[in-house]
C-alpha cells in the first residue's frame, strides 16, 4: 500500500521557520521524483518545488526560490521542506507527492502519488 505521510506543520510567525517531513512506504522512494505542494483555502494546489530521485537537482517555485529548501533521505524514505523567512502568505495545506518520470513536473496531475497534508499556518 502506497503511502505519503506529511508533518510537521503548525503554527509560525512571519520571518519564522518550519521544517516539512514526508514520510514513504509501499514503493520504491528512491525511484521517485518528490514535490511539494500546497493549497490555501479558496485557491488551487500549487506548486513549491521538488527533489530529483537522487536528491542531485531541486528546483522551486519563484516564491519560495531563497527561502524554501527541499532535501530527502533514500536511506529513511524521507523528504524534507525547510521553510524560512516565512510570510503570511505561505499559509496553506502542505503535501508531498511522488513522480517517477523525468525532467521537472509542477501540475498536480503529473504525480503519481499524493500524501495526506500539513497546515502550516503563518501569522503576521
Known amino acids: 500500500q502506497v503511502q505519503l505521510q506529511a508533518s510537521g506543520g503548525g503554527l509560525a510567525q512571519t520571518g519564522g521557520s518550519l521544517r516539512l517531513s514526508c514520510v514513504a512506504s509501499g514503493f520504491t522512494f528512491s525511484s521517485y521524483a518528490i514535490g511539494w505542494f500546497r493549497q490555501a483555502p479558496g485557491k488551487e494546489r500549487e506548486f513549491v518545488g521538488a527533489i530529483a530521485w537522487n536528491g542531485g537537482s531541486t528546483y522551486y517555485e519563484g516564491s519560495v526560490k531563497g527561502r524554501f529548501t527541499i532535501s530527502r533521505d533514500n536511506g529513511k524514505n524521507t523528504a524534507y521542506l525547510q521553510m524560512n523567512a516565512l510570510k503570511p502568505d505561505d499559509t496553506a495545506v502542505y503535501y508531498c507527492?511522488?513522480?517517477?518520470?523525468?525532467?521537472?513536473?509542477?501540475?498536480?496531475?503529473?504525480?503519481?502519488?499524493y500524501g495526506q497534508g500539513t497546515q502550516v499556518t503563518v501569522s503576521s
Open positions: 507527492a511522488a513522480r517517477r518520470g523525468t525532467g521537472w513536473a509542477t501540475r498536480a496531475y503529473d504525480y503519481d502519488f
